[in-house]
């Protein structure tokens, strides 16, 4: 049995999966009835959940871009990354910089069975892929400096993906992958917030089988830039951030974040 075979049989179709969720209210189509259901039912709970869901990969793209272009970075550590989606980090950054080098980092054995489709770098760039759990951030480090020159600035990003952890644990998580960087580097943040709407989405996603998503204060979130300068404008509503001419006027959701400078 090869790698890629075993990494598939160990994928459950039958039970809801967090990847395959997320891809479903995102409008991928790499999902299944079950992921479809459990995405249904904590849309019962906060109609909004779809609204936020695409503003945190309108974000991404919007943060990468500017890091690319404005800031110059050429070097991207993503974390969490999930299954592939159109306007990842690699195909905005690289539309930017041809020559930036990206590295995705998941622990999912459904993420690495699709890790061929986020290994689409551009001619002149570099993409490549980390196999762990985010919670080694020593080791994803150092894996990731095989194909990061980490003696440069690096953009780390945390897109909808810190609420698997717990909110303290999370903000001292940050503080180690950002201590592996240098001066110049940037860390992207965006996480769910606090309210009695999201609190009920919360309890709807706990029903499925897959790992629970735990929401956050506000000051849960900004206290993982301690330190750092924040980009304008600041911290805030991610369909706020930055918005292009298409997006201006977007309503606020409730999934917060920044861009801020080591």
């Not at 070097?75 to 969490?80: H, K, N, T």
């Not at 919360?202 to 897959?210: L, V």
Request: proline share 6%.
């Amino acid at each position: 049995m090869t790698e890629q075979t075993e990494l598939e049989a160990r994928i459950r179709s039958g039970v809801p999966h967090s990847a395959r969720v997320w891809n479903y209210w995102i409008g991928g189509k790499d999902h299944y009835p079950v992921d479809q259901e459990l995405g249904d039912q904590v849309i019962a709970s906060y109609p909004q959940t779809r609204d936020l869901a695409r503003a945190s990969r309108a974000f991404q793209a919007r943060a990468v871009r500017y890091l690319a272009d404005e800031a110059g970075i050429t070097q991207f550590l993503d974390i969490g990354t999930g299954l592939p989606v159109q306007n990842s980090t690699h195909e905005v950054a690289q539309s930017i910089q041809p020559k930036a080098r990206i590295v995705y980092v998941d622990n999912d054995p459904l993420v690495l069975a699709h890790a061929r489709a986020l290994l689409t770098s551009a001619p002149d760039g570099v993409t490549d892929y980390v196999h762990a759990d985010m919670l080694e951030a020593e080791r994803v480090l150092q894996e990731a400096s095989r194909t990061l020159d980490m003696t440069q600035p690096v953009a780390v990003m945390v897109l909808s993906t810190l609420g698997h952890v717990e909110p303290r644990a999370g903000i001292d998580l940050m503080r180690r992958y950002m201590a592996g960087t240098v001066t110049g580097s940037y860390l992207v943040l965006c996480d769910t917030i606090t309210t009695p709407q999201t609190l009920a989405a919360q309890e709807a996603y706990a029903a499925g089988d897959t790992p629970p998503y735990l929401v956050r204060q506000p000051e849960e979130i900004v206290a993982s830039a301690d330190g750092m300068e924040l980009v304008d404008p600041g911290f805030g509503s991610i369909s706020l951030w930055r918005p292009s001419l298409s997006e201006d006027g977007a309503e606020p959701v409730d999934q917060w974040g920044f861009v801020a400078r080591k």
